[in-house]
């Protein structure tokens, strides 16, 4: 991947640069930097209204093909986009599991069908889904899924029953997509369904998770009797784990880019605050901000290693991405309490000491969700390295 800009891409980046500066304002100020629901005072109509506004400039699906609605951007503008997007402030995507994660899915493994239906809703910021994936018993090991669905013999839909949770802002959501069990007796990654499922209906209730910061972003989604069409399903019935697998591999795709620039934007924070606390003086937590630039530089090279490899080119690689940067961030968050000391402890109005405090409370959590580190260690060692179980 050649890292100079061409001039085109340079004059992409500025038209970027300026659309968010002359659009996130005003109305939308109180959305700059905001993380997403967890973060204090977000507001989800609000946000849906960014989403809007994001969708009609055609900032959404700026990598899907044209034939699918989006704009067949190259990889090197829609990384331009995703770092832009974040260093001018984006908040949070409400629209990101349905932009990132299943339209690409149901571009690869949908039907015209469901294409023609879903993805312009998508396209449009007017359609938002949440992730089916996680269960109590089933979180890192995700083939341990329980939640049943049959077939309703006189209707032909899919019956669901059983329990999500962490179900990242279904709250706000207005379809999910489930990892259901479709054969009876089978386990582990046999007999799996991906199921597309209508959230506002009577069988489905969504119970917010209240975190110790008072927020609830995650939730979780009880099926009793919840339905579908018989037609909703992603691949072949009994393929879902394949289909979910695909899946993941989308939601670390280009995006990533842009998560990394957050993280820049968080560690910029902690540099801003050690300067202007007088904490940058100690010489130790320089070497540690010193640490935490070189961490994130190898992230981004790394990301960008695998972003412009052939298919099968780097085998194994991708594998790391998770537990490096998870615990990249979680020792960011531990060096943010440091640069903060004892005013850390202190809850007030200061947005500054909010922003450092929640990265250290969120972060705590990278190491856990989308997989353990112990769970992602073994992944490593057995997919990656080929060592026995």
């Not at 949908?110 to 938002?128: C, H, S």
């Not at 179900?167 to 990892?179: N, P, Q």
């Not at 879902?240 to 957050?262: D, N, P, Y």
């Amino acid at each position: 991947m050649n890292l100079i800009e061409t001039d085109d891409e340079r004059a992409f980046r500025a038209d970027v640069q300026g659309w968010m500066r002359s659009h996130l304002q005003g109305e939308f100020e109180p959305l700059r930097g905001c993380h997403g629901p967890g973060a204090p005072g977000f507001d989800g109509a609000l946000a849906k209204r960014w989403e809007q506004t994001l969708a009609r400039a055609g900032w959404v699906g700026i990598g899907w093909p044209r034939e699918a609605g989006g704009a067949a951007m190259p990889l090197a503008q829609q990384m331009i986009f995703h770092e832009e997007y974040v260093r001018g402030g984006g908040p949070g995507r409400l629209g990101h599991i349905g932009e990132q994660l299943l339209a690409p899915t149901l571009i690869a493994y949908g039907t015209d069908e469901q294409k023609a239906r879903f993805l312009p809703g998508i396209r449009a910021g007017t359609a938002y889904w949440a992730q089916g994936y996680s269960e109590p018993g089933a979180g890192s090991d995700l083939a341990n899924v329980r939640t049943r669905a049959r077939r309703d013999a006189a209707s032909g839909d899919w019956v669901i029953d059983g329990q999500k949770v962490w179900t990242s802002w279904a709250h706000e959501s207005d379809w999910i997509f489930v990892l259901a069990r479709t054969e009876p007796g089978s386990e582990r990654h046999q007999g799996l369904t991906l199921l597309l499922v209508p959230l506002h209906q009577d069988g489905i209730t969504i119970r917010p998770i209240r975190q110790m910061t008072g927020s609830a972003e995650f939730n979780e989604v009880f099926f009793d009797g919840a339905r579908t069409e018989g037609a909703l399903h992603l691949g072949a019935p009994g393929q879902g784990w394949k289909v979910a697998m695909a899946l993941l591999g989308f939601e670390r795709g280009v995006s990533t880019l842009g998560q990394q620039a957050h993280f820049r934007h968080e560690l910029d924070l902690v540099i801003e605050t050690a300067r202007a606390n007088g904490a940058a003086r100690d010489a130790l937590l320089r070497q540690r901000i010193a640490q935490a630039a070189l961490g994130l530089a190898t992230l981004r090279f790394h990301a960008l290693r695998l972003l412009g490899a052939q298919d099968g080119a780097l085998p194994g690689a991708a594998y790391t991405s998770k537990y490096a940067w998870s615990n990249w961030r979680r020792d960011l968050g531990r060096l943010a309490m440091d640069v903060l000391g004892a005013a850390g402890d202190v809850v007030d109005d200061d947005t500054t000491r909010q922003r450092l405090q929640l990265l250290w409370l969120g972060s705590r959590a990278d190491t856990i969700y989308a997989g353990t580190n112990e769970i992602q260690l073994n992944q490593i060692a057995e997919r990656a390295l080929g060592m026995p179980r």
